[in-house]
């Protein structure tokens, strides 16, 4: 069990008297005030870094916290470890005979659940555990849209956590962790959202997420979360692996192409498509077979060489038409030949981005990843696009977003936002 300090709680008999200790002697800052009803108390943090301290203030003479001033006086009264799973916290403790005060997880402040040791199991000490509220909600679900004679479905391949520096280059973390607050390790949230473009004939898929072969140290780095993946949401839109007639690479990053190749009965890598014919970029095909230090944990071989030994790769160079109405556009920026998806159809534009809008925080034209192996091609690109994109109404698909799918790029007196349809 992984605990990191959260907060000690302290019992306080005379509010404005600590807080004149705490906030005005010792400079700490108050962050937020809170009236739990049902413990008849109000809790003041107050920031010590990555944990706080909780003032508790007793809000009626039955107060729980009232009782423990009359018996002890003011002081510490509770420890808080924050865990990631408090269900398997508590299942742990029970099965080791540990004495609860709450065997099951209850509400907390702040959207959060909590759980209490029991002193007597925990050397005296009063022992909360907390599972703090999702900072974002994480969206799987299939999202459909007419776009003229095509039908797109956006898919889920599950979630990933990355670095939220590196996600934001150069941008202030001030300035990201209100969208997409991150984990105690610095991760955010981000999701895998693969695009099937179908017309009457043909079901394009246009990357795969990153399936199912990644190792245990590495989905243990990257907090992989496929719980519901790629299967179950082609299985959700009505559809599954045999019905893929085309497997479309923006890029050939395991975050994107993992899911092209599975095990197969005998361990071998074989294509997870099994009827499909499969198409990326000849030039970033030469740069991911050939990779160099800085981009080698990205060009993992066993998510496409196996493709080209089956016979099934197809390689295409730039504005390649995949199908009627879809076709390569070539961005740059994050690979040197990264391609987005231009899909079309009756008068209205979809752009599959991938990773050159990673996220719809990434609206900004200078919000870009640190991962981005020439940043000044995507700034160059993005300017340009984002003009088109305002003007034209394109919709946007945003590969790695981990609550919305798609939506329009917004511009008012130039601030950028995004509205979202998907
Ligand atoms: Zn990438
Ligand atoms: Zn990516």
Redesign the pocket.
């Known amino acids: 069990m992984k605990a990191i300090l959260d907060h000690v709680g302290i019992a306080v008999s005379d509010l404005p008297a600590s807080l004149a200790f705490f906030r005005d002697e010792l400079g700490l800052h108050v962050e937020a005030s809170e009236e739990i009803v049902s413990q008849k108390v109000r809790a003041h943090f107050l920031s010590t870094g990555t944990s706080s301290l909780e003032l508790l203030e007793a809000t009626a003479p039955d107060s729980p916290i009232a009782k423990y001033l009359d018996k002890r006086g003011p002081g510490i009264h509770h420890v808080a470890l924050r865990v990631e799973d408090l269900e398997a916290a508590l299942a742990h403790l029970k099965a080791r005979g540990i004495r609860l005060i709450d065997d099951r997880p209850r509400p907390g402040a702040e959207g959060s659940m909590v759980a209490f040791i029991h002193p007597s199991a925990a050397h005296g000490v009063l022992v909360e555990l907390k599972q703090p509220a999702p900072a974002v909600p994480l969206f799987t679900t299939v999202g459909r849209h007419t776009l003229g004679s095509l039908e797109l479905l956006s898919l889920s391949d599950g979630f990933f956590w990355l670095d939220g520096g590196a996600m934001f280059g150069v941008v202030p973390r001030p300035l990201w962790e209100k969208r997409l607050p991150p984990d105690d390790a610095n991760r955010i949230p981000l999701g895998m959202r693969p695009l099937i473009v179908r017309d009457g004939r043909t079901t394009l898929l246009i990357d795969a997420g990153c399936g199912d072969k990644m190792d245990a140290k590495s989905a243990q780095i990257y907090k992989l979360d496929r719980r519901y993946h790629l299967d179950h949401s082609l299985a959700e839109a009505g559809l599954s692996a045999d019905d893929i007639d085309v497997v479309l690479a923006s890029h050939l990053?395991f975050?994107?192409v993992g899911g092209f190749t599975k095990f197969g009965p005998d361990g071998k890598v074989v294509p997870r498509f099994p009827k499909a014919k499969y198409v990326a970029h000849r030039a970033e095909w030469e740069d991911a077979t050939h990779p160099h230090e800085r981009n080698r944990a990205s060009y993992l071989q066993e998510n496409f060489v196996p493709l080209m030994d089956a016979g099934v790769m197809t390689l295409v160079d730039d504005e390649a038409e995949i199908m009627p109405g879809v076709r390569f556009r070539r961005s740059g920026g994050h690979t040197r030949h990264h391609q987005v998806v231009m899909i079309a159809s009756s008068g209205r534009t979809a752009v599959f981005t991938?990773?050159m809008y990673?996220t719809s925080v990434h609206a900004p034209d200078a919000w870009l990843m640190g991962y981005d192996l020439y940043p000044m091609d995507t700034l160059a690109f993005k300017r340009a696009f984002a003009r088109e994109a305002i003007t034209g109404e394109y919709l946007i698909f945003f590969?790695?977003d981990p609550s919305m799918a798609a939506g329009y790029l917004r511009e008012k007196d130039v601030k950028r936002s995004v509205e979202r349809v998907i």
């Open positions: 990053h975050d994107h991938a990773d990673p590969e790695h």
